[in-house]
């Protein structure tokens, strides 16, 4: 405890990381503060039958994605995801296109334009979904309650409409901001971070309401509460272990003498990843999983077999789905991120080589099947904690606390936070501080 103490007051004599850490928190109160802002013409009173119909099932998910910014009709509503589908549609078109590919080939001027075109194309994407979201916003709260000060009106006035979706399209494009204004001048990823957060701020609820389900006549009672405690716990630590696991690949490095100094003849270690991706191809999978429900009309009627099959979160279609679409995007990601050509380049530079393989080309095939060999059980891992709590719920808890258990939110809560105490870290060992560890040495995703 008292080195925690220290650690807090080390972090204090720090001053950059100070103004970044507060510069965090700032961009988090605004958005926290802004999802409880409802859209003008709307009585908050009236949106129980909204905040009933996204207390479960995909429109839970989405909601919790949200902070609650959903179900609150609020001008923040539509969050982040919309950003993610577009980085998502630019980064297949990566593969495919030449143009992308030259983009990304240009550093950080390729960079800027593709992150151009990725606000661009999230403006179409939030342009689709916004209507589709009034929509569904006019079917769930009572007539009285939209413009409540002139009951005289029988019909939504078009201008309502209009400015109501401008309005959505201003949230999301301003949340992407925030986003990107943490990644720049505070600590950690900030689409990320916003998405942790909307995510932590359902976690009281959902315990509170697993809590007094199990207290319930035919709840369980507190032992069962504290056995599904475990099991969190245990679910937590294997996320730790997955976003930390690692595999060393031994590197030689010759014997080097340069006028009276020798260089090289030491043996190090490259670290490679088991979920090199991270959390990224559970981001990925969700938000094809909420398309859907999209083009659907946020579950309106008259929505089609298939739109319905891949809306329930806890059917099988839907799940098997998921999996495959993580097992898909965690290989997509890792070669996009990792790359053993690149790395069997740099080594034969410095003079490196692993032992028993030729420089060159015969070490990029190496690492590239020691990648495919690790990234096969983390990937089909990755999956089945994204679907745990579908299984969980078989075993009748509670439909919020469960998507806690595993699933996109657990994964996306531990490897955040990881990621951004990894960056604290730095920061103090830089300047010679301890670390938030004894052993100083906390692995994010992108360590």
Known sequence: MGKFIETIKNIGKIEELKKRLLYTLGIILIYRFGSYVVLPGIDPSGLSQLQQQSSEGLLGLLNMFSGGAFSNASIFALGIMPYISASIVIQLLGLAIPYFQKLQKEGESGRRKMNQ???????????????????????????????????????????????????????????????????????????????????????????VGEFISRMEAQGG??????????????????????????RRIPVQY????????QYGGVRQYIPLKV?????????????????????????????????????????FWYNFTFFILIVFFTYFYTAITVNPTQMAEDMKKNGGFIPGVKP?????????????RITLPGSIFLG???????????????????QFFGGTSLLILVGVVLDTLQQIESHLLMRHYDGLTKSGRIKGRTS
């Open 117 to 207: 075109i990725t606000r661009l194309l999230t403006i179409v994407i939030v342009a689709l979904q916004a209507p589709a979201y009034m929509t569904n916003v006019l079917r769930q709260v009572p007539r009285m309650y939209i413009f409540p000060f002139d009951p005289n009106l029988t019909t939504t006035p078009p201008f309502f409409f209009v400015s109501s979706v401008i309005i959505l399209i201003a949230g999301t494009m301003f949340v992407m901001w925030l986003g990107e204004r943490i990644t720049d001048k505070g600590i950690g990823n900030g689409i990320s971070l916003i998405i942790m957060v909307g995510i932590i701020a359902r976690l009281p609820f959902a315990l």
């Open 221 to 246: 009672g507190l032992v069962i509460f504290l056995v599904e405690l475990v099991v969190f716990i245990v679910v937590v630590m294997l996320c730790i272990l997955l976003v930390q696991g690692t």
């Open 360 to 372: 060159g080309k015969k070490t990029a095939e190496y690492i590239d099947t020691i990648m495919s």
């Open 254 to 261: 010759a014997k080097r003498v340069v006028g009276n100094r």
């Open 384 to 402: 089945l904690v994204a679907i745990m709590p579908a299984i969980v719920r078989l075993f009748g808890v509670n439909s919020q606390f469960a």
């Open 275 to 315: 979920n090199a991706a991270g959390v990224m191809p559970i981001i990925f999978a969700q938000a094809i999983m909420f398309l859907p429900m999209t083009f659907a009309g946020f579950g309106s009627e008259n929505m089609g077999k298939f739109a319905a099959t891949f809306s329930n979160i806890d059917g």
